[in-house]
């Protein structure tokens, strides 16, 4: 019998690597990790190791115990060797983890990688972290207009529009100009509209001479070193205005500067 634990009684049967929540079948004893678990039983219906159909699993509180005191060894090589409780938060600062840009395609080891991102991504760098660019990216707390649903609503060119969609303002005429993502009329439901209604939109939310103007979507994108942001949070690539990255709606509305630019003024 053996006297102590050694690593391939507490290895995942299936990923072969240490499980940091271990789970054991109730067929066979098996050992599995927590995804490894969570993977059998939504797929294959099988227990791993002795194939006994619908297995159960249970997570082994005495094993868990035991593993977090398991010695392990850096998985990126650099030598160290700590308890299992303890070796994530080594791999945070490990000097021989590689990271990845999300901005290009470079990897690097930790110092590398800093010295990469300060000498190739200072804009992106500058618009992460420049406190003006943050503040306009927060949705404004602006008084909006209450508009009388009763009475006609009229742009300066004095067509009748409405609310469509996205709460812009929409006249419905052909325009003549055509953006990215529209056919050159002003809505009629969505999407984007003439300068007489964008003026109107930006009247009714008391937007007027703040440098900002409405996209697409009906987000207020405020305008920052030639782009428009409108701070709106995307959960694969974050805030539009942040690391770099914009929304399709304010890259549309700012490849539109020049049709909207006597708005800004």
């Not at 470079?106 to 010295?115: A, C, L, M, P, V």
């Not at 006249?171 to 003549?176: D, I, L, S």
């Not at 929304?247 to 549309?252: I, K, L, P, V």
Request: charged share 25%.
């Amino acid at each position: 019998m053996k006297g102590q634990l050694e690593e391939e009684d507490i290895m995942c049967i299936v990923c072969q690597e240490v499980p940091s929540n271990a789970h054991t079948s109730s067929c066979c004893g098996c050992v599995l990790c927590e995804d490894c678990t969570s993977l059998t039983l939504r797929s294959s219906k099988f227990c791993p190791h002795c194939r006994n159909q619908n297995p159960k699993f249970e997570k082994n509180m005495y094993l868990i115990k035991l593993i977090n005191k398991f010695p392990v060894i850096c998985k990126y090589e650099c030598g160290h060797v700590s308890q299992v409780s303890d070796i994530k938060n080594h791999y945070k600062n490990c000097p021989k983890k590689m990271y990845s840009c999300s901005v290009c395609e470079y990897q690097g080891k930790q110092q590398d990688f800093f010295n990469h991102i300060t000498s190739v991504h200072k804009d992106e760098i500058m618009q992460k972290f420049d406190k003006s660019i943050e503040e306009q990216s927060r949705t404004p707390s602006i008084s909006v207009q209450k508009i009388d649903p009763l009475l006609e609503v009229k742009n300066s060119k004095g067509d009748i529009c409405h609310i469509g969609r996205t709460s812009k303002f929409f006249c419905g005429k052909t325009v003549g100009h055509r953006c990215n993502t529209c056919d050159g009329q002003c809505g009629p439901d969505d999407g984007c509209n003439c300068p007489p209604c964008m003026e109107l939109d930006l009247k009714y939310r008391n937007l007027q001479g703040k440098n900002a103007l409405v996209n697409a979507e009906g987000k207020v994108a405020f305008l920052s070193k030639g782009s428009f942001y409108c701070g709106t949070l995307n959960d694969s690539y974050g805030k539009c205005g942040q690391i770099g990255y914009k929304c399709r709606f304010c890259t549309s509305l700012t490849s539109d500067l020049p049709y909207y630019k006597h708005l800004l003024q």
